[in-house]
């Protein structure tokens, strides 16, 4: 008898956990599914947009880029949605490595981009057009040249990784040199994120105080507003996978039934929402 309520007991609990992680997945395919298609929508016509104007300015530029950005992960995404619906890889090791690694590279390149953008506004800094492009170049080399290597160098190595499952490089996350990896990223961002949140709003506030009750009528203030959607795109897209990432690498190794799995993948899915900023920029909540 006691041996049939544990197995029953287990049972109930193997079904509710595939409830739940299907529950996820379903989750996991909208999401992706409205940041493809409102990410498409975005890129296309603020693409349009920047061909009609042809304007060359250092803002322009860095939309160029997270334009371009945006356009792989986008590319990606239908890749991510086939093996959801399929359960199953089809693409080979390789393409696996590369679509994750795309995630990533877009993530960290863009939180950049959106840093730089923030400091500009900040500080009212002007650049030469050579200036930028070098600088530009210089974010778009770090990403592909040491980001991506890096990530398939040291993701997905383990030989014991199935050829029809992707995504899944929880093996990997025990090497030191990738908590190593990833506490350090985490601690980046967090901290430079925190840092221009705090200046960000400190100047918002002394401006708000300066120009009451006519604030909104200040080119100033407004500037300076609308900059902080920058970091509100980075708090609600970036940070949640960061902090989740944190918990994640120290209860990974207590996760036998790979129960963290599918809430890794949804925040990280969580990551390319921020491809939604086009529209965003198209709607003018940022110029």
Known sequence: MPNNS???????????????????????????????????LGVIIMSHQLFQRRSRS????????????????????????????????????????????????????????YVVIIIIRLFRLEFKKCYTTAWVSAI???????????????YGTSKTYHSSKCFQFHKD???????????????ILVTVCAVLTIIQLSVICRLALKYWPDINSHVEFRAQAKSFFFILVTLVCFMPHHVFRIYYI??????????????????????????????????????
């Open 6 to 40: 544990i197995t029953q007991l287990n049972h109930s609990s193997n079904e509710t956990l595939t409830y739940t992680s299907e529950r996820l997945y379903a989750v996991l395919m909208a999401l992706y599914l409205i940041n493809l298609a409102g990410g498409t």
């Open 140 to 154: 778009w080399l770090v990403g592909v040249l040491v980001i991506t290597p890096v990530f398939l160098s040291y």
């Open 58 to 113: 250092v803002m322009t530029i860095i939309i160029i880029s997270l334009l371009v950005l945006h356009t792989f992960m986008l590319l990606s995404i239908p890749f991510r949605l086939s093996y959801y619906i399929l359960q199953e890889w089809k693409f080979g090791m390789f393409a696996c490595k590369l679509t994750s690694a795309i995630v990533y590279l877009h993530m960290y390149t863009t939180f950049a981009f």
């Open 173 to 187: 996350i025990h090497k030191t040199s990738i908590v190593i990896a990833n506490y350090c990223l985490a601690g």
């Open 250 to 287: 120290q209860n990974v190794h207590l996760d036998k039934e790979h129960k963290l799995l599918p809430y890794n993948e949804f925040f990280l899915a969580l990551t390319t929402m921020c491809c939604l900023d086009m529209l965003c920029f198209i709607a003018g909540i940022a110029h």
